[in-house]
């Protein structure tokens, strides 16, 4: 099932496969349905954090990434890319790793 490296599933290899396995449906469905969707996991989500076992919150954190790399392929974004670029050099807001940012601080 799609790419994969020393870790396993890579998160570009994630994208390629909801691509193949969902594409055509998730292109009819169109952006604004997705993101709906998407919403509707982080509810699950967040029942799951509050009263779930792990394996439900494992489960629905799956989700959310898969119904995230939905959105991305109709929308035309490359997450790797995007994840690389944005975290690959460190924090985006201090520029180091670890981050040195103000805990009460969004970087």
């Known amino acids: 099932m799609g790419e ?8 570009r290899g994630l ?4 691509l193949e396995m969902y594409g055509t449906k998730d292109a009819a469905r ?7 969707w998407l919403a509707e996991e982080f509810g699950e989500l ?3 954090l509050r009263s779930g076992t792990h394996e439900e919150l494992a489960l629905e954190m799956a989700d ?3 119904w995230l790399a ?4 109709i929308r035309g974004v490359d ?4 994840v690389r670029r944005k975290y690959g050099l460190g924090c985006p807001g ?3 790793s670890p981050c040195v940012c103000d805990p009460a601080e969004k970087p």
């Open 79 to 82: 997450l790797d890319d995007a």
């Open 15 to 18: 994208q390629r496969t909801i």
């Open 64 to 66: 959310v990434l898969a």
């Open 4 to 11: 994969t490296g020393d870790d396993g599933l890579t998160l």
């Open 30 to 36: 169109g952006a604004e349905a997705t993101f709906l």
């Open 46 to 48: 967040a029942t799951a």
């Open 70 to 73: 939905t959105l991305a392929n």
């Open 94 to 96: 201090c520029g180091r």
